[in-house]
């Protein structure tokens, strides 16, 4: 089980939108996020969502030459922190996070461990009101998150 939980934005941001960010806080209980993706989400911040920022921004610097600044931070800080699980989207990001040996998810990876300790119904439910935002989902990780959840 992962010790830190680091979070990229698109996930705070898809959450809320379907007013589901809480799950995060039952899933996980803190999440931490840098000063970068707290100022792309630009809303107030609940109580478990923890601004840590890396300490080498070396990294961040160096990442951001062909990341988004939010994932930039995100993949500078999991490689700052021992046992670190990130939640990201971006298939850019999420490549090379797991180029760098960092253990990730994403949104849809949330809601399939939601459904399975009951937190959620259906995931069914929750992939269409996602569908409803800016968020695409292929049909073959739709499948596999329904086969996952037995839907």
């Known amino acids: 089980m992962p010790k830190v939980i680091v979070s990229d934005t698109s996930c705070l941001i898809l959450l809320d939108k379907i007013g589901r960010l809480e799950l995060l806080n039952k899933l996980f209980g803190e999440i931490i996020i840098t000063q970068i993706v707290a100022d792309e989400f630009g809303i107030p911040l609940p109580d478990y969502l923890i601004v840590k920022n890396p300490k080498n921004i070396v990294y961040q610097s160096i990442l951001e030459t062909f990341l988004d600044k939010g994932e930039a931070s995100a ?6 922190e ?6 990201i989207d971006d298939n850019k990001g999420r490549k090379e996070a797991q180029q760098l040996r960092i253990s990730i998810t994403g949104t849809i990876g949330i809601l399939i461990l939601a459904k399975h300790y009951g937190y959620i119904t259906f ?11 800016n968020f695409r989902i292929s049909e073959s990780v739709l499948r596999y998150a329904l086969l996952q959840c037995g839907e």
């Open 75 to 80: 993949i500078a800080l999991c490689l700052e």
């Open 82 to 87: 021992d046992k670190c699980l990130l939640i």
């Open 123 to 133: 995931i069914k439910d929750e992939i269409e009101k996602l569908n409803s935002t």
